[in-house]
């Protein structure tokens, strides 16, 4: 077991103990700071799926399989370096959940929700600590609001539908400032309700260029709503991310040309033209020139690797999300071609 120093904790209290192949898994409620933690190194391996939810679309699934590997790195070195990582434990999960690091916090957050412990007593420990990181909400030390909606989110994944989708409720009206009410939308929209498009339009509409960037990470979840009318205001995704071509951040204008690839429109190419030969910005000309461009396995036309906005902008914060399930490290991009 994980030895906590006595003097740390404020309620030593054993939580769950169970036997599984012989051995012992413990978790213990820690100092606040703390959080439980399991002492067996079962390895997890990625499982990525619907969960039984219909609005879990495919081009959904993929962006998590894509950002699986980046996620698992950040776990290990908190998006530092580009060494091979560990393989992925319970052990180093629930160490990571609910710790002093947030970008380790974050990537153990999604994480725990698609992977599997190939002890199913480990397994349903992993459900146990998010469980527990949820309720540390509104006390002191609480995790960010966007560690504590990917652990719902991952809670829902888990089969605990219900505490999940509450707590994403909630977090969706929160009215803190910057409470990535977004990323909640975007997560309900995939247990099929679209109540929080609205959210997704505030910060399409904020004065930060980053949210509105994660606005855009974030539509996809809404495009097969399209049509659908939520407060008086219809859903028309693809609308949404042209009008963004207009942004006065080059940052936002670059990264909109794959998520429209995303929607597969057939005139793709005619929207991107014009971007390519005036956009003021070399790097959304380039983006603009680089899609559409798919890369093709075994026949099936996939997205390619989601672009990875340049960091050394943002703060600690921003950076964890930037590194977010909707984003994976982007492909070396191609020089312009001659005019």
Not at 70 to 87: H, I, N, Q, Y
Not at 130 to 158: C, F, H, N, W, Y
């Amino acid at each position: 077991m994980i030895a906590t120093p006595l003097h740390l904790l404020t309620l030593p209290l054993l939580l769950l103990v169970a036997v599984s192949g012989g051995s012992a898994v413990s978790i213990i409620q820690g100092t606040i700071h703390q959080g439980p933690t399991i002492n067996h190194p079962t390895q997890c391996e990625i499982n990525i799926t619907s969960a039984g939810l219909p609005h879990r679309t495919e081009p959904l699934l993929a962006r998590e399989r894509r950002s699986f590997p980046d996620m698992v790195a950040s776990l290990f070195t908190s998006a530092k370096g580009e060494a091979v990582p560990p393989p992925l434990t319970a052990e180093a999960l629930s160490q990571a959940l609910g710790s002093s690091d947030p970008i380790k916090d974050y990537a153990a957050a999604f994480l725990i929700g698609r992977c599997k412990a190939t002890d199913p007593t480990v397994d349903q420990a992993l459900s146990h600590c998010l469980e527990e990181l949820l309720r540390k909400q509104g006390k002191p030390a609480t995790p960010g609001s966007d560690i504590l909606i990917e652990a719902a989110m991952s809670l829902v994944l888990r089969g605990k539908t219900k505490p999940g989708r509450e707590t994403l409720l909630h977090l969706l009206h929160s009215t803190t400032p910057l409470g990535d009410q977004y990323k909640a939308a975007f997560y309900l929209a995939q247990l099929g309700d679209t109540s929080g498009y609205g959210a997704l339009l505030g910060a399409l509409q904020s004065d930060i260029p980053h949210y509105r960037l994660m606005a855009l990470r974030h539509a996809l979840a809404f495009a097969q709503y399209d049509g659908q009318i939520v407060n008086g205001t219809t859903i028309d995704v693809r609308k949404l991310l042209v009008d963004c071509l207009a942004d006065p951040d080059e940052i936002v204008r670059s990264e909109v040309p794959f998520y429209l690839e995303e929607l597969h429109p057939a005139d793709l190419r005619t929207l991107l033209q014009p971007v390519e030969r005036s956009d003021p910005s070399r790097t959304v000309r380039t983006a603009a020139w680089d899609r559409p461009r798919s890369q093709s396995l075994n026949g099936v036309r996939v997205a390619a690797p989601l672009p990875q906005t340049d960091q050394k902008h943002l703060n600690r914060t921003q950076a964890r999300k930037i590194a977010s399930p909707e984003c994976a490290r982007a492909p070396k991009r191609p020089k312009l071609r001659p005019r």
